[in-house]
């Protein structure tokens, strides 16, 4: 598609929209129907919920869900109606409506603290059985706050990682891969900023500080039509939205870290704010310490998340958010390296009419990072960067109780600066730019919950584009990865485009309310590419762009589910088996150098996956005790001409059996225990098969690609909670917790060297980053 | 890399008492390749060529010389065809030859009826123009590290190696550099080596070598299978300019050794 073609295509498709629209809409002409809307809140902080379960009793089936706004419309033919809204961990409301014309009703929901319920999903009791929605986990942060964490540090990337089918990318790391996909191909969106970096420290702490958190949704699968660029997850994060009526303060105090958050209403309710700030400490340990190389060193990472909303008038209210985080770290003299994300997104939620809700999303998003090297004769400063301004239209058209439409446009431009170095005049170090990049994606996408007896569906269609463009000096590569022809673009020219149509269905049969199946097929592109030689999440791995040579990377994913739910859906049971098939995945050739390289590309491998899967969850959602296990048994493989013969060969995410149990149990009024077991089989990894001698030193021989096993890994993490004397106003709790309890040193990494007391001999080495941690975390609220 | 490898372990240190421990990996047994590892340069008595084999993981450093084989270098420019003779098993040398800056070379091996070649080209030579002695402290220990100066040339792409011993022991690491963020620029480059420790008194040998790109792009492929620091990429045998799948490489390069005494 060229550019020039857009404004016509998107004329096309508002043709179709009308159209769509009509023809979703002929029921409600047809009888006198009248809709009931509004938006749902808490009675006591005002914040909206997501995903509240509204209903008509009289009519069967006729359950709708507020949307992420907290918006909700239900229609019917006028008459009187009981209308209950649902919503886990909230008393119910029922109430009498009579409906004669259409309704405006907004509905606060008391928290329950009589209920003894420790939610664990925010979903509603059966919605897992009848939401034709698969492969999507919702967690709001409540129901987390006491799973036990590395260092007590809350986090709700690593949280996940104790569902099936997301795995840890590593030891305390909140990189994770999600059915066989790589850390880079996770859709992680903060208020829909797409964030490029989501890790502290070299990925022992996630980006997203807890309190500032409202809800969390991991697609695995069947991913929506709104969301598209990666391949293997989306993972949707909102921030919360500041209480709405009475100003609060609430913050905590722990081992690494000392977090405060206030809140409150603006206009008397008409608007609320949130800033929630973070910061860690370990550098002012440092200084305690004698050797002077350590106290002049920085270690450290703050962030700091925003959020104001104001209702303008009963149709339309803005939002403002924004995140920004920086990591510092350096050695005085010697070296320095600081990144950083930041986020803004402005959202605007216009209200058409009861029916028609539009959100439009203007998005901030970039990642960069600077190194400095201070060294007087090789000095250097190398900044980079990645921005995007992103453009999204959304609407949600409640056509009636069976059909609920959303549609919408995204333009995104991303600009990448992989790397620019600048040095003084005595430094041995030349000045150098690589040159930018830039990029446009564009997508239209429309989809339709469509909910017929027992049969519910979702089908949509997502299609996508990007584009290159200039200016740029762009290269080709034969297949050895030499130059064979250089050319020049000037600002705007379209270097390669690209242009993809996904489907995205899902649906559900239910059998009876506790029983249903699901099916799913979802086709994801992804145009941004992560390159990375590191397990850690380090600062500095390079994203590039679909090209001339790097095609987009494709994953087709089919997906089956049964659900179950037993005893009044106090225990839930599901299976899910899935099957993805990848194209243009990306490999690196030997000793790859992907660093102040203008010629990356030439480094890269092109290939096929694939990986499948049977992932297991139990969980007991009621009563003092909660618990859920989680096993995966899966399979990823990779195929690259280059690679082991051209055969398939396991890819580095690739572990067959995965366990994880969480348990929660509510021992009294003030104490909560808790605990984590997770067990794992080994990742793929490529060892050596013998050894050869190269100038006087031991050289291994290797044979297969990832043709072994790490050790199997096992942990268990233990927390507890004393929630203190709760006063009128203030509260606080102490947790408590070790992470790895019984001090298991589990394989980090195995190396393979010289014997140091016997150079004639070689041995394998294990090193192991954590053993037992214990921490200590202060929270209080008032 | 190297300075995010350090940086890795600087934090993991400082995050965790890390623990490393000797633990028992059932590894296959492969069989036995054939490894060359040929050189030719522009100094005398250094053209030299060890053939052997490489043995299972679990088993001695002890690594099978090949006798006799059949080994000559064509220099391409002149035709002439040097044949290098088995001095000591495995080990083949040629007197009264020099190799030329700037000259292509091919060797030609040939054992158990299987012919090996490889062919370099061997760079100009760049100079080392001085030494010294960097100090540092890290951790409360003071650690001395041997500094080489030389000036890139501005015309060409330049590859180095270097090499370093300290009284007469060799560092195991492996120093490759490339021009390519000092192209024409006076370059200082320190020899690090964490388990080499340089002490007043102590001699220092410095080699430099000027190599071609490809035998670069061996020894940096070896270098990341070495220093993995928690990398992700799966280390693999380097590419190498030798056929028939033989391991090891054929480079032709310059040398400059230099000595410094430890101030």
Redesign the interface.
Known sequence: MSPAKPSYFYTTLKQILILVMGVFSLNSIAQNRYSINGTIKDSVSGETLIGATIKLQEIARSGSASNTYGFYSVSAVSGEYTMSVSYTGYQTSIRKVILERNLTLDINLAPNALLKEVVITGKSSNAQISDPQMGVEKLNMESIKNVPVLFGEKDILKTIQLLPGIKSAGEGNSGFYVRGGSSDQNLILLDEANVYNASH??G?FSTFNSDAIKDVSVYKGGMPSQYGGRLASVVDIRMNEGNRNRFTAEGGVGLIASRLKLEGPINKGRGSFMVSGRRTY?DLF?KLS?????KSSQ?YFYDLNAKANYRINDKNIIYMSGYFGQDV?GLKGT?S?DWGNTTATVRWNHIFNEKIFSNTTLIYSDYNYA?E?FDN??D?KVTSIIRDWNLKQDYQYFASNRHTLRFGLNGNHHRIRPGS?SSSST????D?EIEKRNGIELAAYISDEWKLQNFNLVYGLRLSSFSLVGPGRVFSYDKQGNVNNVKNYNAGRLIKSYAFLEPRISASYQFNSSRSLKLSYTRNTQNLHLL?????A?P?DLWVMSSNNIRPQIADQVAMGFYQNFRNDSYEISAELYYKGMQNQIE?R????L???ENVESELLYGDGRAYGLELFIKKRLGDFNAWIGYTVSRTERRFDEISDGNYFPS?QDRTHDVSLVGIYKLSKRWTLSGTFVYNTGNA???????????????????E????RM?DYHRLDLSATLEGKQGKRYQSNWTFGFYNAYNR?N??????R?NPDN?????????????I?PSVTWNFKF | MRLFTFLLIVIIGLLAASCEKVIDVNLKNASPVLVIEGVITNRTDSQIVKINRSVPFGEPNVFPEVSGARVTVTEVATGRIVTIRERRPGYYMARNFTGRSGSAYILKVEVDGQTYTASSTMPGQVNIDSLGVSVSNFLGEEQKTVQLLFSDPGKERNYYRFLLKINGVASQNIYVYDDSFSNGRAVTRELFDFDLNANSGDKAEIEMQCIDPVIFRYWQGLDQNQNRGGASTAPANPVSNISNGALGYFSAHTRQTELIVIP
């Open positions: 420290l070299l022992f370990a440092l004698s050797d002077t190389t350590l270690l770290l070296f390296l190194i090297n004769r090789s250097f170095i430094s041995s170090i030349n150098r990375s030689n590191s397990t850690a380090l500095t690196y030997n000793a790859a150098n660093r102040g390289n580095k990894i490529t060892f050596p098969s013998g050894k050869y001698t190269i100038d006087g030193r031991t050289m291994f021989y290797y044979t690609r990832n043709g072994y050790p040193h394989a980090y990494t195995i190396d393979f010289d150079p004639t001999q070689t041995q394998a080495v294990q090193t192991a980053l954590f053993g941690i």
